[in-house]
């Protein structure tokens, strides 16, 4: 009998210790999550500068208010992928089904805190695992600062033709009398953990 209780014990413990293996690798690679992060934010900003940069070229300002409201959520949808949920958030919305949760709004207060202190908004990204629902999720974000053709659209000083564009699309916008290098808003992304 004794023997018999051994053997079990041995027996847990060594099936203990072969799952601890297991159980290490399921710990997330911080690394790796953010490296795939990195790769979704630059296909997702790749299409959607191009798009944007195209319909200014091909159709002004006001031509790209319009494209921006017919695919930018589309380009957003297309980019959902193996899990990821991306997207576009701000403090200063146009578009209100970008609107910051708790979580990101924290931290796009950070981001603008660190750039009031000098900090350079194109290097800012914040990545942590957090818990929602009862699950681990890995989230990232990263400041979308304000450029240069930024400016046409979200500047200080737009023309009236766009201004009338984006009233037509967006009657509740925010998302104007930015400035060069201000904190336009952030790449976020989220992705549920095993």
């Not at 297991?22 to 979704?40: N, V």
């Not at 910051?100 to 942590?128: N, R, Y």
């Not at 957090?130 to 699950?135: F, K, L, T």
């Amino acid at each position: 009998m004794k023997q018999a209780l051994r053997h079990a014990a041995l027996a847990i413990v060594l099936a203990g210790g072969a799952a601890m293996p297991a159980l290490a690798a399921e710990k997330p690679d911080m690394a790796e999550l953010k490296g795939e992060a990195r790769e979704i934010i630059q296909g997702f900003f790749k299409e959607l500068k191009g798009t944007l940069v195209s319909a200014m070229k091909e159709k002004g300002p006001a031509g790209a208010v319009d494209v921006c409201n017919t695919k930018a959520q589309e380009i957003t949808a297309k980019h959902n992928a193996k899990g990821w949920q991306v997207g576009r958030t701000a403090l200063k919305l146009r578009n209100p089904k970008n609107a910051p949760d708790a979580w990101e709004k924290a931290v796009l207060e950070e981001f603008e805190k660190k750039i009031a202190e000098g900090a350079d908004p194109k290097k800012l990204v914040k990545a942590e695992i957090v818990e929602e629902n009862g699950r681990k999720v890995f989230r990232l974000m990263k400041a979308i600062p304000t450029m240069k053709p930024c400016l046409n659209c979200h500047g200080e000083k737009v023309s009236e033709d766009v201004l009338a564009v984006i009233r037509k699309h967006y009657p509740q916008d925010q998302a104007t009398g930015f400035r060069l290098g201000q904190l336009r808003g952030a790449f976020t992304l989220k992705k549920p953990l095993n």
